[in-house]
DNA sequence: GGTGACTAGATGGAGGTTGCAGCTATTTCG
DNA sequence: CGAAATAGCTGCAACCTCCATCTAGTCACC
């Protein structure tokens, strides 16, 4: 099913809007946990994700030069961050339900063979009625 | 968001499922009611995925060239295409339930501002102490 | 018998996304 | 020193999407 790329950018504004700041390198750890589904993320799609939302003026970030190892871009989120999160969820709580009506509809079928119709046989009562 | 290309696949072997058979044109009005999405799906998109169904052995289809109109390439289900709207129903499923546990989750944590972490303010005690 | 509307299938190509592989640099540890 | 871990980032081929457009058959109408 491959990555999701649309799916990495709800949950980073999650996670940031949970721990109020984070960096790429850490984002990545805890993606794995709260991902959508099961797909290893990539690296690269995280980080054009995150310099993408601070494009769009949903993130901002500063450079974290201080504890050990190499500077961190440190993000987090803004207002409009923050309302873009509500959006996010709006929009995947009806594709969830869409889903759920989907599989249900899927479940409720008859199992196995294909009931109602024989093989592409179809062509009975053609309409040349006209 | 897009077109969700991959969305198509299922709703359109589900529709095959429920119809015994059918073809590309007559797929697009049925499609609008069962969209996952909102999205209006495109024509083209339509007519590959059915393709790319049948290049993967999960549809057949063969010519109708008897009723009124242009020919007609008419599809019906594989047994691998049944087995394969039983994944999807399954993905889709894991999916569904993941996607509201996300809206859940964002609609537990306190609306507006950003409670935990003022804004990018965190950096309170930069180290050019040293 | 010409014209437009409708049905039906399909393709072309610009532009965008993705996935992989790789690069740089800093610090820590042995 | 050299290796490993941390951290961010980029190049690019392959792939996908979207829009527009094309062909062609039939029908209704004048």
Redesign the pocket.
Known sequence: ??????F?EPVVLLLLKKKGCS???????DLEAHALTD???????L??????LEANGNVV?E???Q?????????SLTRAGEQHLEEWATVLEQISRAMARFVKDVRSLPAGKNSGARKAAAREAPR?S?
């Open positions: 099913m491959g990555n999701l790329y649309r990495v960096y790429g390198y850490e984002l990545a750890g797909a290893a993320i990539e690296r690269a799609a980080y054009r994700t995150l310099r993408q970030s450079w974290d030069v504890g050990g190892g190499p500077a961190r871009r440190v993000y040349q006209s």
